[in-house]
């Protein structure tokens, strides 16, 4: 049953058909508009980490913990009462090579694979981490879910802008990009990369050139 409080699919989508001067939806397509809308229900994601997941399982029995395809941002890794410490891979091999054993546990992301040094062989873990939402996309009545009320209306400034430059309106699109990205934080810069403190919202180079 859709909150009365969040906008449905078809709802957000006519929001942006009305700031369109293509209201027989033929240039911009309906389904244009909800690829627009589903690439902004991402990017606040990822900015605002609103999906979070946690999950408990064992690593393999060479020392690997699976990497969920669904991820976005890792939050942490523990082992038991040990947090790991993730790392590039300069760092990681440069401990492996040498057979020394950091203060802590270390991780690195290669491809689908999280590896720990040292090894940590058939051992219960908890790994959390910012999931893809579910998109918008299965009917009419979906709803964003995990978004809340209140920045639904940036879905909608979002697709207005990128439908605004289809139509070749770009101080428009401008205008609307401005308004979605205005007081968000940037983007995550990779999915291992941990955060050292809570997120505050301040401006940062989004993924479209805008502050």
Do not use: C
Not at 160 to 186: N, S
């Amino acid at each position: 049953m859709p909150s009365a409080w969040l906008p449905t699919l078809t709802q957000m989508r006519d929001r942006v058909f009305n700031r369109l001067r293509d209201s027989e939806r033929v240039f911009v397509t309906a389904a244009e508009v909800d690829q627009y809308l589903n690439e902004a229900l991402m990017d606040l994601n990822a900015r605002l980490r609103l999906s979070r997941t946690s999950v408990d399982a064992t690593s393999s029995t060479t020392g690997t913990v699976t990497y969920p395809t669904e991820l976005v941002e890792i939050e942490s890794l523990w082992f038991d009462d040990q947090p790991v410490q993730f790392v590039n891979d300069e760092t990681f091999d440069s401990y492996a090579l040498a057979g020394v054993e950091p203060y802590t546990y270390i991780a690195r992301v290669s491809g689908d694979t999280i590896y720990t040094y040292p090894a940590l062989i058939s051992l219960p873990y908890t790994l959390k981490y910012i999931s893809r939402p579910a998109a918008l996309m299965s009917n009419d009545s979906d709803t964003p879910s995990i978004i809340p009320p209140e920045l639904t209306p940036r879905l909608v400034w979002y697709a207005i802008a990128e439908a605004k430059w289809k139509e070749g309106e770009a101080a428009e699109a401008e205008r609307f990009m401005q308004l979605y990205v205005e007081g968000l934080p940037g983007r995550p810069r990779g999915a291992h990369r941990m955060r050292p403190a809570p997120v505050t919202l301040t401006v940062e180079p989004g993924p479209f050139d805008y502050a």
